[in-house]
Structure formats: C-alpha cells, structure tokens
C-alpha cells in the first residue's frame, strides 16, 4: 500500500522572495517584513492563496519580498484593489500593507471604506509619521512643530491618529504594536483570526528622516513606565514594579493613570480590559503624551457579517427569487424607442 507523506510544513523562509531588499539599513521595514514572514506558516493557509496588496510608500515594496501573489498599486487606493480582490475570490487571504501617508492622506477616503463595508482582509499600517520614500515631508500622523522639508518652520497640523480614526470609521478590529516586538507575530494571528476588517497599526522607526520619534515610548529606559500591554479580562495595570493602572472617570467619560497602594487605591479599582467596549477601545487608542502610557495590543474586537459574505448571500436571494437571466429582456426593459 502507497502512504502518502504528509505535505512538509511551510517555514519563514518559503514566504521570502528572491528579491534583494532595497530599505535604508536600519529601517523598522525589515523587523516587519521578518514578523509577517514568521506569522504565515502558522495559518494552515494554502501558500497559493495569500496576496499582498500595497500603494506607494517604503512599506509598499512588501509585495516584492513575499513569495507570494502580490500587487503593487497606486498611491492611496490599495484598499479599493484589495476590496476588489477579496470580492472576486473571497477564499483568498488579503494583506493590505500601508504607510501613514499612503493610507491617511491621499487614501483616507478609501480606507474609511474598506474599514466601515468590513472586508475581510487584514491592514498592516506601518506609522512613522514621516513621508520616507519622497524624502521626509510631514504626513498626518506628524507631530504639531515637526520641521521637514515641507513645514522648515514646523508643522501646525494636529496629528491623525489611526485608530481612532479606524473607529470612527466602523472597525471591527484595531491593534498596535511596534516593528521591533517580539510579540508582534501573535498580534498578527489575532489579526488574522478576526474574520472582517483588521487594522494593525505598527508604529516604526525612519532611520534618514525621522529617526528616534518613537523613543519617548519605545526605548529600554522608558518602555516599562511609558507602554501599556493590553489583555482582554485582564486589569489595565503597567509600570517597572506593575503599581501604576488605568481608572474611568465615570464623570468625564475619561481615562486616569492612578497608582496602586496610593490614597486607598488597589487593584481591584483597576479598569478590566473589555475588547467588545468600544468607548474604552477609543480612549486606549487615543491615549498619548507625557502622562499617558501608550497601549499595545488587541484593543478593540467585536465581529459582525463581512462584506463579502453579505453580497454572496444578497446575490444568493436574488438567484433563488429571479426568473432565469435574459440579456435580451434586460436590454429592452424600461423606456425604449425606435431611429428611423
């Protein structure tokens, strides 16, 4: 009798195309394209059924170093190709990879809706709130005062910021992590997993133009006192010694840091994290400054129907409903007239 081996498991480096990749040395782009290619053979998703969809912008060379289907589009509308994409062949697994400026600016619009229609594909949005690959203008997700070739005064924008917007838009599912974290493949499975619109926002450093902007957050010295690791059932505690936490004013419908063991305060006071709550989802996502930590991970998760399966079954009820199709009724329905 002839036994059949069992198909060999995928590893990272089947995900990894033969072409050089081109990013300034230093770039976050590499720590994510590394995480993204560690994250796939852990699907259980055909290799030949993955796409990568991008615009313009460094982060959208991806599609050129995954092996894989790919397109390399327009600047602003990667989410129209990938919604069109996932709409003709919904078995295929879309990644959408995108920039601060490539998906904020010129493509807001089309990222308003692909997140509010809940296409089910997941949204890698690389933040460094630079314009890197046209050399360093501000984008909207820039510091206020940030001086660039484009603001030498500084800008006097206010800064975008993506997962709020996501929200106001409709997202079912909003993330964040950072390029170098180790963890940042597990993020990308939860991703993953969420069947609709998942936006993950990464926050990663430019080398060349906006070197360091995320280091009041990110680096080894802070981290501990200045990020804010999210779980779902898990109280909002972070800090060194894990005796800082997050409350609601109930008042203000706002967010305070408190201190564990200080005027009576414990843990039990400690605001739970609920990813179903969207208002707490909201205040997470815009939580930033100095007296604020950032938060990371799966911030908000609450799924509802995909788009693409709506239609599916919206075309289903038609077919059943409808008489068998006529292009020759169809042209002659309605208001028709005679040349002579």
């Not at 072409?19 to 995480?35: F, M, N, S, T």
């Not at 936490?245 to 994290?273: A, K, M, P, Q, Y």
């Not at 815009?286 to 509802?304: E, H, K, N, Q, R």
Request: aromatic share 8%.
């Amino acid at each position: 009798m002839n036994v059949v081996a069992p198909k060999d498991k995928l590893k990272p480096a089947d995900f990894a195309s033969d072409q050089e990749v081109r990013w300034c040395p230093g770039c976050g782009d590499y720590a994510i394209l590394k995480a993204v290619q560690r994250t796939l053979p852990d699907l259980d998703v055909p290799k030949e059924n993955y796409v990568f969809v991008s615009g313009i912008g460094c982060s959208s060379r991806f599609p050129y170093y995954m092996s894989t289907y790919g397109f390399h589009t327009i600047h602003g509308r990667a989410p129209a190709f990938a919604t069109g994409i996932k709409m003709t062949n919904p078995d295929l697994d879309v990644w959408m990879v995108t920039g601060d400026g490539d998906g904020f600016s010129i493509g807001g619009n089309h990222m308003l809706h692909v997140l509010r229609r809940n296409v089910d594909m997941q949204i890698l949005l690389c933040n460094n709130e630079i314009y890197g690959l046209t050399k360093g203008q501000y984008s909207p997700t820039s510091d206020s005062g940030l001086k660039t070739p484009s603001s030498p005064t500084g800008s006097v924008d206010s800064p975008l910021k993506p997962l709020v917007f996501s929200l106001g838009a409709g997202a079912r599912f909003i993330s964040r992590g950072y390029d170098t974290q180790k963890n940042l493949p597990e993020i990308f499975k939860r991703a993953h997993a969420h069947k609709g619109a998942s936006m993950v926002e990464i926050l990663q450093n430019c080398i060349v133009y906006n070197d360091a902007v995320f280091d009041d957050v990110l680096a080894r010295d802070v981290a501990a006192e200045r990020q804010i690791h999210v779980e779902h059932g898990q109280p909002l505690i972070f800090g060194a010694e894990k005796n800082k936490g997050l409350t609601l004013n109930t008042r203000s419908l706002s967010l305070e840091v408190v201190s564990i063991g200080e005027n009576g305060v414990s843990e039990e006071d400690i605001l739970v994290h609920d990813e179903k709550n969207k208002m707490i989802a909201t205040l997470l996502a815009g939580m930033d400054g100095p007296d604020f930590p950032t938060a990371f991970g799966v911030l908000y998760c609450d799924p509802a129907p995909t788009y693409e399966l709506s239609v599916e079954h919206q075309m289903d009820e038609a077919k059943q409903t409808s008489s068998a199709p006529s292009m020759d009724a169809l042209l002659r329905e309605g208001h028709t007239w005679e040349v002579k």
